[in-house]
């Protein structure tokens, strides 16, 4: 089955410095991939996502980029602020022609903005 | 503006005592999840309804149910609690299934096991 693996699982950076955190997924078939943000808590929420179609996508400070050949997806958070430390999860997507689907999270990245 | 309730947001139970943990949501959306998030772990989807069609995950345990009796309410129901069912209890809803549907989580409800 669909497995996604989410690196690292910590992550501290000083204000101002770019984060950066990577995610593999195993189905070929998966074509959509949000990232959601969970403050302590709190309810994830959705940040950014990406189709299979489109290589790279930025908002703002934040940006996902896909490499659908190598199976994995990035997000990237510039000019970092205290108020981004929180959990990150990303997830893989796959949604099928019958309309079935699947979502799987990997397992979180724990980032800390030190001010 | 709350737009997925759930309730409680704590819940404490005993040992083998059935709870039930509720959600509404005023999007009218047409898909409602539960997961189940655990420590320091990603949330883990148990089940979730498109419209009245259950759609229950394959290693969803026979202890956990669920009803979703109209469009906005759904119902998670743990028929004999364990100890290892204390967790943080999520619930979302997607206006349909396709892709670029994001999913709007609530806050949760976390359930504790005496």
């Known amino acids: 089955g669909e497995n996604v693996e989410q690196h690292p699982s910590t992550l501290s950076v000083q204000e101002g410095d770019s984060a950066v955190i990577k995610c593999t997924y195993s189905?070929?078939?998966?074509?959509?991939f949000p990232w959601y943000k969970q403050e302590l808590g709190k309810r994830p929420q959705l940040i950014i996502d990406?189709?299979?179609?489109?290589g790279e996508k930025k908002d703002q400070r934040i940006a996902v980029t896909l490499n659908k050949t190598a199976k994995h997806f990035s997000l990237h958070i510039t000019e970092t602020q205290p108020e981004d430390s929180a959990v990150y999860f990303c997830?893989?997507?796959?949604?099928?022609?019958?309309?079935?689907?699947?979502?799987?999270f990997g397992a979180g990245t724990r980032l800390f903005v030190k001010a | 503006d709350a737009m997925v309730i759930q309730n409680p947001r704590y819940q404490v139970t005993q040992f083998g005592k059935p709870v039930t943990l509720s959600c509404s949501q005023t999007?009218?959306?047409?898909?409602m999840y539960w997961y189940q998030q655990k420590s320091s772990q990603a949330p883990k989807l148990l089940f979730h309804?498109?419209?009245?069609?259950?759609?229950n995950e394959a290693d969803t345990p026979d202890n956990f149910q669920s009803r979703r009796p109209n469009t906005s309410f759904c119902f998670l129901d743990i028929r004999s609690p364990g100890l290892g069912d204390a967790a943080m209890y999520l619930c979302?809803?997607?206006?349909?299934?396709?892709?670029?549907?994001?999913?709007?989580f609530g806050d949760g409800t976390r359930l504790s096991i005496l």
């Open positions: 997830a893989a997507k796959w949604v099928g022609d019958t309309g079935g689907f699947k979502t799987i």
């Open positions: 990406i189709r299979s179609n489109v």
């Open positions: 309804y498109y419209d009245k069609d259950f759609n």
């Open positions: 999007l009218n959306h047409n898909v």
């Open positions: 189905d070929s078939a998966s074509n959509y």
């Open positions: 979302a809803t997607s206006r349909d299934r396709g892709l670029n549907q994001p999913q709007h």
